[in-house]
């Protein structure tokens, strides 16, 4: 109908007349005065906008941002305003997952040789892992699916495969009797035990400070290792391998039968407060943790539980999943039925018939209230929990019978809302867009990328992975404005954001190396930038800024090529564009980038280096590396630790400019230590550099006291930079007081923790800090979190939660009793009333002793350490504690080094390192601290460090697998 149509085409006319009109110097243009003259009376007619409201519309409209509205912009953003007018029509949905559109183009050499039955998610590194009968594992990329890495671990089949999480292990089981601990950061081999009998699944959870492994092999036995006691010191004697039983390696282990014959799957369920397992006996068993033993038979236990039941499974159970939200157990075994049960009872609920062979596999998508199940012959079945129909019906698709493969394996990735099914290589099937609507419980359907607050609009702007950008109002939590990036492809995931530097358009970079520059106003694309491929086709998008230099604007990114690629910003650019100029000289992946005038463009890598270049030529003029142990306080991760230790984990994350702090830079990372640095970039040279040669220096570290495990990912400070805030991998964030700050006389005591908590439930992506108004400065910052929980949360500055961006009601900001929580989420604010006392009374009576300020920061980080940390809205886990030092070995003649269990060199401890031992240390990825400990509690006295006689290496039952390490 004409409520329909939108804007005519004799509208338009109208407008373009009146356009012209007032075009008065005929220059293709209005400016402010122009236009108000122009179309005033029409959008303003009642008086009712304010000055202000009319400058804002006028940028919105003016998406170039050169102080001009063109007819191109004018018509550009009433076309887009019409069209986000109308109503959307629906479609009646009739596949739930559709199928990879790119899936024809997988390059055969990536496929595993034989079918893969193991796959898991490696959510910090956003791939999908792969387990074969070919020896194989392979990682490929979420983003692309691409073939990122193959780790060859030998010719056996892959039985079984699981995450360490606490200590960054990958455990995989093979057919050869063995089972294989893997570093999730080099994925080199660390160490290998043989077992007593093959383990056909494993499986990991905490318990208290424990983590705990369990293994299930074919007599029914279930094997239970605290992993964190590590190994005994077994000395090969050469007659292993002639003994009916292999000696225990684990120094707390225990054995237990649990069921007649196979175990094929277990799971730590904590709500059913125990160990589920399932078997070939047909059974599923509940049994609790610590096991409990039978009094009439020690080799068995006595179980909590036993599911089991003549309208259940009669031949064996393969698989099973626990339904948190209906709590309730979904199995699948040998009888084409997928039983659902109710644990509390032991009896099954229903059985979901359709499938022609076997069940393999069952997955869980809670947030449809869904079962995904696997059968034998390959099929997929999607269930509908609410009425136990089958909603839909999944092959491999013909591009892989084509090629003789099945599916075998598979997994539900909620956060990208999509299956990953698996043969010789991974399938993805994504949910239909149609399916996927807002939600109260998130902010996105997608992990957030980014959250920016854009001063001149009062806005903050949201960027997800999967490019839908949301413009809300932070005093209301409202929507103003949704829009996505028509031209996407299903490969195609964003992975950084910015303002330019008038706040006026909105810059997205992606995993293929785009910029797109978009009017976030009305989701109008002005134009997109491109680079060159690289050769290793590293072409995601990781920082992003904007300058302008003398009379030229210009557009920076950077990449994991290296390399920072730069684009004129010219007003009359439309469609693609190449870059001005692409700078080198950075030896590792870039992280993060940042700019400060008049001419100076900084950038963090993985190595720990942080850069600075001169944007007019190119070139590198300093160079800056985190690689020496802090000189006030102790790391977080571990007290003592040596510069080779320490460089492991100095890739710099993110990298500020202290603008009002004579442009001091702040640099975060891996190590969770907050750095200034000051140098020549500085408007005023400080006064360590005026007695120096030096170009720069690094002024000042401070331990940031987040909990050990977690590195630092971002930070960001106010504009006049008296707070400074710091976030960590697991969702934990710090408020710093660092208004005393004195760049002329810098000191690690006049940067002051405030507030200290949990923001969200998987690490941050992004954190913003919204300014107080004019008129109430009392109130103070407020911070803009977003986290790959695909969530968005506004919070006070010592931790009171607002609200999230999305959630049903709105707040009010000036308005406490309207905010989502009525008290402070802080855990640090008691602990520090305690120890402000103490540094006061020890800078009062002997000024500028660092040492006793030291044993005060110590004391605070050993004291958080003992709190848990707590949430309002989220179950937070208490943080674990380092393992003690282990007692040396001095009385061992000829020992007077130790042995890198991750790389097999010798470290000396009475000689001076290398001069090139940083730089060798640098090639190695980032790890955490608490790998070295778990390393050596597997094996304490280095028995299999490679320090024997190369006669006795293969007489060993337990060696690290270190391909690379000396005298092996």
């Known amino acids: 109908g004409e409520g329909d149509a939108g804007i005519t085409l004799e509208q338009i006319l109208a407008l373009k007349e009146r356009f012209d009109s007032a075009d008065q110097d005929g220059g293709g243009s209005l400016d402010m005065q122009e236009f108000m003259d122009a179309f005033g009376s029409i959008i303003n007619k009642d008086g009712s906008m ?83 009968k070919d020896g194989t594992m392979r990682l490929w990329t979420a983003s692309s699916m691409q073939l990122a890495k193959t780790i060859v671990t030998g010719q056996s089949w892959i039985l079984a495969i699981c995450w360490l999480t606490r200590s960054a292990r990958l455990v995989v089981s093979t057919a050869d009797r063995k089972i294989r601990f893997y570093d999730v950061h080099t994925w080199e081999q660390v160490v290998e035990v043989q077992l007593q009998s093959p383990a056909f699944c494993v499986c990991s959870w905490t318990y208290g400070e424990a983590e705990l492994l369990a293994m299930g092999n074919e007599k029914g ?77 020690k080799d068995k236990i006595i179980p909590r539980r036993i599911l089991k039941h003549a309208r259940g499974h009669q031949k064996g159970v393969k698989c099973f999943q626990w339904v948190q939200s ?38 869980v998508n809670a947030e449809f209230e869904q079962v995904i199940s696997l059968s034998t012959d390959g099929v997929v079945k999607v269930w509908d929990l609410r009425n136990n129909e089958c909603l839909q019906s999944l092959s491999e698709g013909e591009n892989l019978r084509e090629k003789g493969a099945r599916n075998t394996s598979m997994v539900y990735d909620a956060a990208r809302h999509r299956l990953i099914t698996c043969g010789l290589c991974p399938h993805k099937w994504t949910i239909n867009p149609q399916i996927l609507t807002s939600t109260t419980d998130v902010t996105h359907r997608s992990p957030v990328v980014a959250a920016l607050y854009n001063k001149n609009f009062g806005h903050v702007v949201t960027v997800a992975e999967d490019s839908e950008v949301t413009i809300w109002k932070p005093t209301t939590g409202n929507q103003v404005f949704n829009f996505v990036d028509q031209d996407r492809d299903a490969e195609t995931f964003l992975s950084a954001a910015a303002f330019d530097d008038n706040g006026r358009r909105l810059l997205t970079g992606d995993h293929h190396g785009r910029v797109r520059v978009w009017n976030f106003s009305n989701g109008a694309c002005i134009k997109t930038l491109v680079k060159p491929t690289d050769a290793y086709r590293r072409q995601e998008i990781t920082g992003l800024t904007m300058y302008q230099y003398e009379e030229t604007r210009f557009f ?150 987040h909990w050990p495990e977690f590195g630092l990912v971002e930070t960001d400070s106010d504009d006049a930079n008296k707070v400074l805030v710091t976030c960590d991998e697991g969702g934990y964030i710090k408020v710093w007081d660092i208004s005393g700050y004195d760049w002329q006389a810098p ?81 640090l604010s008691d602990v520090l009333q305690g120890l402000f006392s103490v540094m006061s009374d020890a800078k009062a009576g002997e000024d500028g002793d660092d040492e006793e300020e030291r044993d005060i920061l110590r004391e605070l980080d ?107």
């Not at 077994?234 to 684990?250: A, C, F, L, N, S």
């Open 862 to 968: 050993d004291r958080l350490r003992k709190k848990p940390s707590s949430s309002v809205q989220f179950k937070v886990s208490p943080m674990k504690q380092l393992p003690a030092e282990l007692p040396s070995r001095k009385g061992k003649k000829g020992r007077d080094y130790e042995v890198d269990l991750l790389t097999g060199d010798r470290v000396y401890k009475n000689a001076p390192p290398k001069k090139n031992a940083v730089g060798e240390e640098r090639q190695r990825p980032p790890m955490s601290q608490y790998l070295k400990h778990f390393a050596k509690k597997l094996d304490p006295d280095n028995v299999v460090g490679g320090t024997r006689d190369e006669k006795d290496a293969n007489a060993r039952e337990v060696r690290v697998g270190t391909p690379n390490a000396k005298g092996q």
């Open 50 to 132: 304010t000055q202000e409201q009319i400058a804002r519309l006028f940028m919105q409209i003016d998406a170039n941002s050169d102080g001009g509205i063109d007819w191109n912009e004018f018509s550009t953003y009433m076309l887009m305003e019409s069209q986000s007018s109308g109503t959307v029509k629906t479609h009646q949905v009739a596949n739930f997952f559709l199928p990879d559109p790119l899936g024809k183009k997988a390059d055969p050499d990536w496929f595993h040789r034989e079918s893969a039955d193991c796959m898991l998610i490696d959510s910090v590194g956003g791939q999908y892992l792969t387990a074969s």
């Open 221 to 297: 036995e279930v094997t239970v290792i605290d992993i964190s006691k590590g190994l005994k010191e077994v000395r090969p004697t050469g007659k292993e391998k002639k003994q009916k039983k292999r000696p225990d390696y684990w120094n707390d282990s225990v054995t237990k039968v649990v069921h007649d014959g196979f175990i094929e799957q277990m799971e730590m369920v904590e709500d059913l407060g125990g160990l589920v397992t399932c078997g070939a006996d047909s059974a599923i068993v509940i049994f609790e943790y610590p096991l409990q033993s039978d009094p009439n038979h």
């Open 556 to 705: 920076a990114a950077s990449s994991w090529d290296r390399k920072i690629s730069v684009w004129v910003d010219d007003s009359n650019d439309s469609g693609t564009v190449d870059p001005f100029l692409q700078i080198g000289g950075n030896d590792d992946d870039i992280l993060t980038i940042a700019f400060t005038y008049p001419k100076i463009l900084a950038t963090g890598a993985s190595d720990g280096c942080i850069n600075m270049f001169d944007i007019e030529s190119g070139a590198r003029r300093l160079s800056m590396a985190c690689t020496k142990p802090p000189s006030t306080g102790n790391t977080p991760r571990q007290t003592g630790s040596t510069t080779a230790e320490l460089s492991n984990m100095q890739y710099v994350e993110k990298v500020i400019f202290l603008e009002q702090r004579n442009k001091t830079v702040v640099s975060v990372g891996g190590d969770g230590h907050i750095r200034f640095w000051e140098g020549v970039w500085m408007e005023q040279s400080p006064p360590s550099l005026q007695s120096s040669m030096l170009m720069s220096r690094l002024a000042v570290v401070v331990p940031s006291g």
């Open 326 to 363: 209906h709590k309730l157990i979904v199995s699948g075994g040998l009888e084409r039925q997928v039983v659902i049960w109710n644990p509390y009872t032991c009896k099954p609920v229903v059985s979901l018939d359709g499938h022609q062979s076997g069940i393999a596999q069952v997955q």
């Open 747 to 827: 000191s690690a005591s006049q940067v002051r923790a405030t507030a200290f908590w949990r923001a969200h439930s998987l690490t941050i992506s992004a954190v913003n800090l919204i300014p107080a108004p004019a008129d109430n400065p009392e109130r103070g910052v407020l911070l803009l979190t977003a986290s790959a929980d695909k969530r968005v949360l506004l919070w006070s500055a010592d931790g009171v939660l607002v609200g999230q961006f999305g959630q049903a009601s709105p707040w009010d900001v000036e308005n406490p009793s309207t905010w989502a929580a009525g008290h402070s989420s802080d855990i």
